[in-house]
């Protein structure tokens, strides 16, 4: 509470944003400042760090529809009391990336064009078969 979380990304739902040994910086954020584009970690059984891509309002309530930006489907909708808060860092092996400002700002409408275009999903399945590969040899 008021400090930020620093968590490891595993997995490659968010390839190439985040990549498994990536660290992330998560900060509290109001719900009501998210907006699309934003990377945000939920709690869905185990945190998950997904790009926020549109908010509805049912009633009093705000759910938030998530996806990775590899994944074909989103993540379906979010309760606001499942967010833990907003990326506003990443931790790279050789550099670090913020997400704040007008830079990270634009850098993420950019990942959420292609994240809804589903740009990177072929590059993973490529990804992947070559990994397979390369464990065989």
């Not at 968010?14 to 400042?33: E, R």
């Not at 993540?75 to 808060?85: F, H, P, Q, T, Y």
């Amino acid at each position: 509470k008021g400090h930020p979380l620093f968590l490891p990304i595993k997995g490659w739902s968010m390839f190439p944003f985040l990549v498994n040994g990536d660290t992330i910086q998560v900060v509290k954020t109001d719900p009501a400042k998210l907006r699309p584009g934003d990377v945000i970690v939920f709690d869905a059984n185990e945190l998950v760090a997904h790009r926020l891509l549109r908010i509805r309002r049912k009633k009093e309530s705000r759910f938030f529809i998530t996806k990775g930006d590899t994944l074909a489907y989103g993540d379906g909708l979010v309760a606001e009391k499942a967010i833990v808060g907003k990326v506003v860092r990443v931790r790279k092996p050789w550099f670090c990336l913020s997400l704040e400002g007008s830079a990270g700002r634009v850098l993420n409408l950019v990942c959420l064009a292609l994240s809804e275009a589903r740009f990177w999903t072929p590059g993973l399945v490529l990804f992947g078969k070559l990994v397979r590969c390369l464990r065989r040899i």
